[in-house]
């Protein structure tokens, strides 16, 4: 099994920064690509950023300039930071991880989820 595991959300005002992170562990042999989502309420879940394993990397328009995706493949850990917060970002944020286990299946994992709210 593979557990995905996010930290750092919180409530922050506009215009703030914060720092997201997901440690994946367990049956790990290795992993692929690795991505941020975000589902506000009423909203379908969106892709914020993705990161591959040759480091290139994707981002939603809406975020572009903004947010910066990096990982630590030593710690099988993806970061996100994000500037210049909007209350528009206000969402639940979703860690994505293409796995490949030491079964050598690969399979999508996700992790719980966490809140970030941007407010005055």
């Known amino acids: 099994q593979v557990q995905l595991v996010e930290s750092g959300g919180g409530l922050v005002q506009p215009g703030g920064p914060l720092r997201l992170s997901c440690a994946a562990s367990g049956s790990i042999f290795s992993v692929n690509a690795m991505a941020w989502y975000r589902q506000a309420p009423g909203k379908e879940r969106e892709l914020v950023a993705a990161i591959f394993t040759n480091s290139g990397t994707n981002y939603g328009d809406s975020v572009k300039g903004r947010f910066t995706i990096s990982r630590d493949n030593a710690k099988n850990t993806v970061y996100l930071q994000m500037n210049t917060l909007k209350p528009e970002d206000t969402a639940v944020y979703y860690c994505?991880?293409?796995?490949?286990?030491?079964?050598?299946?690969?399979?999508?994992?996700w992790g719980q989820g966490t809140q970030v709210t941007v407010s005055s």
């Open positions: 994505d991880a293409l796995v490949l286990t030491t079964t050598l299946s690969i399979q999508s994992y």
